[in-house]
């Protein structure tokens, strides 16, 4: 009967033995196995939600049909099927022997391999064992003559010209793992060749390679003894070389074969589009009474299960490498290299926990390859296996963020989104500024009902060129018909590049913000935004936070309005344009057509980039890198970008629909030369031409929808303003008037208070001695303050005076009349020389290890997060005291105010800045040191203090020099900068800081006495005498400039 | 209860710049204000300072011996504390400088008088002093009076008003003040001068300097090669040389380096500081590049643009290339 022996000519020590390695074998297998689940299962939760079985039916879709092996490298997909299917039908093949040898037969004796399904089986597995064959020498061939770079470990990228030994270590899996399945096959074959070539049984056809190879042994003459030597040799080769790749699968590259099945089945639909929030506080040790909350991943050890696995499933196949914008513009970052190092990390640290010692980020990951990744999404895109790389890229960042382990500009960047609520620095006021040269008005949201709520973002709001854009699309949308408002002011930084950045703490504030302005605006049913990172956020990542309506991008806007025929075209504009798929819109959220449809509408003849819709090329801008510079000298992503784009030839127009696009390729094509070769437009400005927008007459003819809305809606509202009008004073009144009853004593004690100090009270001037009077030193003391609770000191006590200090924005007036400029002329922000001082505090209180920083402030309510911010940074208490009489306080009302507190605190050093950013008096800390009786030295770059009776104290003198002196404790010393680089305060360690306790003390009208001065006038300073302006753009200014050096050279 | 004191601070045996500038201010308003000029020097050697000081309008020169020639702000209160009182004087005079924004402060605390820093005009109204300072970087001016102070202490800006010309005949005389055992005096330990640098700004005729705006370390070779193209020694802001993108030597001002041969200053992305000013505003030419058209940087500046510095730097590379 159609069969054949297994164990031919094996004796049954042979065969024992055989049995021994297979066993240990398969112990060694599933060792691996345990050990991998043992680690995952020991690892932290996953932070996103993982639906397995969701995610097991793609998995099989994707194993099976091998689509993502298959993309952008089709020939190494069409070798990797047929190992895949080859290895598979051998295992089954295999596994069919075993289950009749071991197990239905002796335990049955049923038997099930012979006659025509043993006939069907040799078939299937000799096609199978070809195909594995083919497979593995098409692979070695590639690797090892083909050479693609993205297969290189060298990381030229980062300078490097040797590999480096672990790199090496990989080669060598690599190498093992194609020779090991080119052994199994050859060696099976061999096996089945000298078998049939010595039984030469009818049904050997039924083995066709085998069966040819035996015809050819045959043919050239092989013996029955040579064949027999070589069966009995080979048949131990085959088998052992067969165990042990069982044995090395979970050890060898061969573990992508287990590890792929999980990582596909658990991919996250939404990752990298949908952060995760960080890890809830783990339990704390038990001596520690306060959990330490998760931050980011600062160890491998705060990696979850998912992670690992995914890092266990890199085959190292290289397309996140080849498709990275970090590492193909040469910066120090490759997604391969990152996820390689970490797993080699990660697999060192389980075997011996810490022993290593080497730090996650630093030795093993360095900081600068974190911040040279732009979250474009392209490697986890095109992974094969599903490895989530730009999520663990952010934990990281978290940390960095955390520890304020960052460049200068983004720190900057970070506290301006924090303090105005966008990242250009200009007033929040100022945000909608764009639509006043828009000739008909724009709805407040915040004020009147829309259709549509517009986010703006901070590109396309503050930048001038983006400006340009958005009042295209508002007039679009205008001649449309399209309804829609803004927030204004109430609109912030959506957060997308902030969350990406690692800021998560303010992220979660802005997403917070944003939807509490979305929440209090008026009725609107949608969001539209020109800009696809606010989308991407608002749609995806703000529902965790709350709830939010529908979003689109205008993209899809227009694409619509041109198909329902409100925008017609009439000039149809026959160009040839190219597309660039911003990252956030194409490959995060799908939308790859839209933007090509209008195109098509408009007439515009598109011809695709090499790298466009999912590939597309990232401008280099995403993950906060446009906050971030980048290095002098190397390409950048975006002048990449433009070489690719005129590559193409004849273009016309390179298009965006991305605010960031536009800023960051308008300056590529300028500085990559492609100056000439075409102009970067927006797509809304080549619709707004082909629609012929200029002809449109959108003052007078407001769309009739708008005009019907229009109409309704002021008719709604007076009738509801007179009814809000009536009840609001009804009320009002009442209110008023019981609380006047409540309160009558301490009215008049408040309203006494908040006279200006400008105008002091009768018996305070009868007080102070009059001019004429005779004269008189009188010293001034320390303010009467409230006691308030303070608490008993442990070891030496610093006090830091803390300012908020307003800068002016550039559109203030002063109100000359009253000697005043309005509050909502500033932006506030902690005076640069008290952060100095506080990081002096902190930096005493390190090095002593011992010692409380206590920091105080002298301002409103809103001043509170100034105080705030300085306990974030490590201060340990505050205190805020308080009175409208303060409000224009000069240095000597302040310095008596401190003077209050310190007398109750009691600090054994006082540290103020050496000048507030405001005011500029430089005089506070002294007059303050004077009314405390402390000895003191002013504009000091440091401090030398062991909690002893004298400290050394460096100063600065003017022109560079410095002087050292040594000076009693306690003393009072004010700050300049430059000394120590203030440290960043996350917005998690400010919220963090609402745990720490400030005590707020009433200021019990202390600026009604004994000011210093009296301010008689308010004013700008006279125009005459300033420069003469030259007008113009840069180019304009440039020319003008050098005509002024060459004249002042005399060249001319 | 008259006249005006003007505390002299000297250097290394040489009176500083304010000093003389201080008295022409008081000069200014001596006769309106009432009572005689006094210049106070207190130092270890103060025969020759006091010489210095004998300009025209100078009344008197008081002189207080100090055991060392070192700065003390505890000393320098004690002093004047006790000169204003003893002559009952109606105008202290201090710079606004690292020393006087030391003691300045202090002495006003101490007299209870009225008082302002940082002043740069000083008028009266009347008999009464008004003094002008500013805020907000110089973008508002304030005039300050002093209602019922029989005393007023003011610091005043340096390079900002002018000295007299002509010498003096000031009588000049001693008063002693027990300086040996004020409480709070620090002890002198060593001066540190600037660390020793590539490049002396006070000998540069051209300066291109760059503020802030820089915002990144790396972002600076393309104003060190703009720099090296135009010829142009490179400054820098106070912050740029605090975050050490640049060696201190760099940084043009108060606490810098006063750029004292310049003809041609190029202030790219600075704000205009007071203390930036004080190094550069007598330069010839000034030329201000700053995107905020409100900059206190263009009240000085003979040129000025509002552009981006960045885009200003590559049309001026390629207008030199
Ligand atoms: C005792 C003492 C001594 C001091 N000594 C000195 C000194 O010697 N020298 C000195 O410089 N400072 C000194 N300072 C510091 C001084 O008060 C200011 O803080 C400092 O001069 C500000 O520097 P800046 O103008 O570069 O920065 P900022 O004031 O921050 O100004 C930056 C400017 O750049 C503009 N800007 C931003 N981006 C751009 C862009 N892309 N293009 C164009 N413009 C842009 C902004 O509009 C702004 O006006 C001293 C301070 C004290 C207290």
Redesign the interface.
């Known amino acids: 009967m159609e069969t054949r022996e297994l164990f031919w000519e094996i004796s049954s020590l042979g065969h024992t033995l055989f049995f021994v390695v297979a066993g240990a074998a398969m112990a060694v297998a599933f060792a691996g196995v345990v050990w991998h689940v043992y680690r995952y299962a020991r690892a932290r939760r996953s932070p996103v939600p993982v639906h397995p079985w969701r995610g097991f039916w793609r998995m099989v879709f994707d194993v099976f049909s091998q689509r993502t092996v298959h993309r952008r490298d089709r020939s190494a997909g069409h070798a990797h099927t047929p190992i895949l299917y080859g290895f598979l039908l051998l295992l089954a093949a295999t596994s069919i022997i075993t289950v009749e040898y071991d197990i239905s037969e002796p335990f049955f004796g049923f038997t099930f391999w012979h006659g025509d399904f043993y006939l069907a089986f040799s078939l299937i597995a000799d096609l199978a064992g070809l195909g594995l064959i083919v497979g593995v020498v098409y692979m070695m061939w590639r690797r090892w003559q083909v050479r693609p770079a993205k297969l290189a470990y060298r990381r030229e990228y980062r300078g490097e010209t040797e590999t480096r030994p672990r790199a090496r270590a990989w080669e060598w899996d690599d190498t093992l793992f194609l020779w090991a399945l080119l052994l199994i096959g050859v060696t099976g074959f061999l096996q089945e060749a000298v078998r049939l070539a010595m039984d030469q049984p009818p049904w050997g056809p039924w083995s066709p390679v085998g069966w040819v190879l035996a015809q050819i042994f045959l043919g050239l003459g092989m013996d029955e003894a040579a064949a027999a030597a070589i069966r009995r040799a080979n048949w131990w080769i085959h088998g052992i070389a067969a165990l042990a790749f069982i044995a090395g699968i979970p050890w060898t590259k061969a573990k992508h074969i287990l590890a792929v099945l999980g990582s596909l089945s658990t991919r996250d639909a939404l990752a990298l589009r949908r952060l995760p929030k960080p890890a809830p506080a783990r339990a704390a040790a038990a001596d520690d009474t306060e959990p330490e909350p998760e931050v980011g991943f600062g160890s491998i050890a705060q990696f979850s299960w998912k992670d690992l696995l995914n890092l266990d499933a890199c085959t190292k196949c290289g397309r996140c490498h080849e498709a990275c914008p970090a590492t193909a513009s040469g910066a120090p970052l490759s997604p391969r290299d990152l996820i390689l190092d970490l797993r080699a990390h990660a697999a060192q640290s389980a075997f011996r926990p810490g022993a290593n010692g080497a730090a996650l980020i630093g030795d093993v990951i360095e900081a600068e390859t974190l911040w040279s990744c732009r979250s474009c999404g392209a490697c986890m895109e095109i992974c094969p296996v599903g490895i989530e790389h730009p999520p663990m890229i952010v934990q990281m960042r978290r940390q960095l963020v955390e520890d304020g382990a960052m ?3 983004l720190r ?1 960047t970070l506290d301006m989104i924090a303090n105005r609520g966008n990242s250009f620095g200009e007033s929040p006021r100022s945000r909608g500024g764009w639509t006043s040269a828009l000739e008909f008005p724009v709805k407040d949201v915040r004020a009147e009902p829309a259709e549509n709520l517009w986010f703006v973002g901070d590109y396309a709001s503050y930048d001038p060129r983006n400006q340009d854009v958005s009042r295209t699309v508002a007039r679009l949308f205008r001649a449309a018909g399209l309804d829609f408002g803004l927030l204004y002011e109430s609109e912030r930084t959506a957060g997308n590049d902030v969350r990406r950045v690692g800021e998560e703490g303010l992220f979660e504030s802005l997403a917070e913000h944003n939807l509490e302005a979305m929440g209090a605006a008026k009725q609107f049913d949608a969001i539209v935004t020109t800009d696809p990172h606010s989308y991407n956020t608002i749609r995806n990542e703000y529902p965790d936070f709350g709830e939010v309506a529908p979003i689109r991008h205008y993209t899809s806007v227009l694409a619509e309005l041109l198909e329902s025929g409100r925008l017609t075209v009439v000039k149809p504009l026959g160009r040839r344009v190219t597309l660039h798929d911003p990252c956030h819109l194409g490959r995060f959220n799908g939308h790859y057509d839209e933007p090509r449809r209008v195109l098509e509408l408009i007439g515009c003849e598109l011809v695709d980039m090499p790298r466009c819709r999912d590939n597309s090329f990232c401008c280099g801008a995403g993950g906060g890198r446009i906050w ?6 190397k390409e950048r992503p975006a002048e990449n970008r433009m070489h690719e784009a005129a590559s193409l030839g004849n273009l016309d127009a390179f298009v965006v629909c991305c605010p960031k696009d536009m800023t960051m390729f308008e300056d590529a094509r ?2 990559s030369g492609h100056e000439g070769d075409f102009v970067v437009q927006d797509l809304a400005e080549l619709v707004a031409e082909a629609i012929d927008l200029k002809s449109i007459d959108l003052k007078e003819v407001p769309a009739l929808v708008d005009r019907i809305t229009e109409a309704a809606a002021t008719r709604i509202a007076d009738t509801v303003a007179d009814r809000l009008a009536e009840r609001l004073a009804e009320t009002v009144t009442e209110r008023v008037l019981s609380e006047l009853a409540d309160r009558a004593p301490t009215l008049t004690a408040a309203a006494a208070a908040s006279q200006p100090a400008s105008a002091p009270k009768p018996e305070q ?1 009868a007080e ?4 004429s ?8 003391t320390a303010a009467t303050l409230p006691p308030y609770e303070v608490p008993a000191k442990e070891g030496p006590r610093l006090l830091v005076a803390v300012k908020r200090v ?3 924005n ?1 559109d ?1 007036a ?1 109100d000359e009349a009253g000697g005043t ?1 309005a509050d909502e002329h500033f932006e506030y922000e902690l005076n640069e020389w008290d952060e100095a001082a506080l990081e002096e505090a902190l930096l005493l209180t390190e090095r002593l290890e011992a010692g409380e920083v206590v920091a105080v402030t002298i301002g409103p309510d809103d001043a509170e997060e100034t105080l705030r911010r300085a306990l974030a940074k490590g201060a340990h208490r505050g205190v805020r005291v308080w009175d409208e009489s303060l409000r224009d306080a ?3 009302t302040l ?1 008596r105010v401190l003077a209050g507190v310190a007398a109750q605190e009691t600090p054994d050093i006082v540290l103020t800045g ?2 507030s ?11 303050l ?3 405390l ?7 000091v770059l440091g401090i030398e203090w062991d909690g002893a009776d004298a400290m ?17 404790a306690p ?1 009072l010393l ?1 700050v ?3 000394g120590s ?1 203030p440290r960043y305060a996350t917005m998690r360690m400010i919220k963090q800081a609402r745990k720490k306790p400030i005590a707020v003390v009433d200021g019990a009208g202390v600026g009604l006495e ?1 000011a ?10 006279p125009k005459s ?7 113009g ?3 304009a ?6 005509d ?2 060459r004249d ?1 050279r005399g060249e001319v | 209860m008259a006249g005006i004191l003007v505390v002299a601070e000297h250097f290394d045996g040489v009176l500083r710049d304010v000093t003389l500038e201080m008295i022409g201010a008081a000069a200014e308003i001596k006769d309106g204000l009432g009572g005689p000029l006094a210049v106070l020097v207190i130092g270890q050697d103060v025969d020759a300072l006091a010489s210095a000081a004998n300009l025209e309008g100078v009344d008197e020169i008081v002189t207080v011996a100090q055991a060392d020639a070192h700065f003390d702000p505890a000393l320098y209160e004690e002093a004047v504390c006790a000169v204003a009182e003893a002559r009952q004087v109606r105008l202290v005079l201090i710079g606004h400088t690292a020393a006087g924004m030391a003691f300045g402060p202090a002495v006003a605390a101490r007299l209870g008088s009225g008082f302002a820093s940082d002043v740069f005009g000083l008028t009266l109204d009347g008999a009464e002093p008004i003094a002008t300072r500013s805020g907000y970087g110089g973008k508002v001016s304030m005039d300050l009076a002093f209602p019922d102070k029989p005393v007023i202490v003011l610091t005043l800006r340096g390079a900002t008003f002018k000295a007299p010309e002509e010498a003096g005949s000031a009588s000049i005389a001693s008063f002693t003040v027990e300086l040996d055992a004020v409480p709070g005096a620090g002890t002198h330990i060593d001066y540190l001068p600037a660390p020793p640098a590539d490049v002396d700004i006070g000998k540069a005729e051209f300066i291109l300097s760059v503020g802030r705006a820089l915002g990144e370390d790396t972002n600076l070779p393309q104003f060190s090669a703009l720099a090296e193209r135009l010829g142009a020694t490179l400054g820098c802001s106070r912050p740029v040389a605090d975050s050490g993108w640049l060696p201190k030597a760099h940084q043009v001002g108060q606490s810098g380096t006063i750029a004292g041969n310049c003809s041609l200053y190029l202030a790219l992305g600075i704000s205009g500081a007071v203390q930036h000013l004080a190094g550069m505003k007598h330069v010839d030419t000034i030329i201000a590049v700053n995107t905020d058209p409100e900059a206190p940087i263009f009240n000085v500046a003979h040129h000025g643009a509002c552009v981006d510095i960045f885009e200003l730097a590559e049309a001026l590379e390629r207008e030199f290339n």
């Open positions: 460049e200068q500009q900057d971030i510079p980048d290095p002098v000298g300028k500085t001037q102070a001695a009059p001019a009077g005779p004269w008189r030193a009188a010293p001034v307003g800068e002016l550039p203030f002063i400029i000069d240095p000597v310095a050496a000048q950013a405001d005011l500029g008096h430089g005089a506070t800390g002294s007059a040191a004077r009314i009786g402390l000895p003191h030295a002013a504009v050394t104290v460096t100063r600065e003198l003017e022109g560079g020099m410095r002087q050292q002196l040594t000076l009693p003393a004010t300049q900068t430059g680089t004994q210093g001065a009296v301010v008689r006038r308010l004013y700008e300073p005498g300033r420069a003469a302006m030259i007008e753009d840069a180019e200014v440039a020319k003008a400039i050098a002024i050096i002042k």
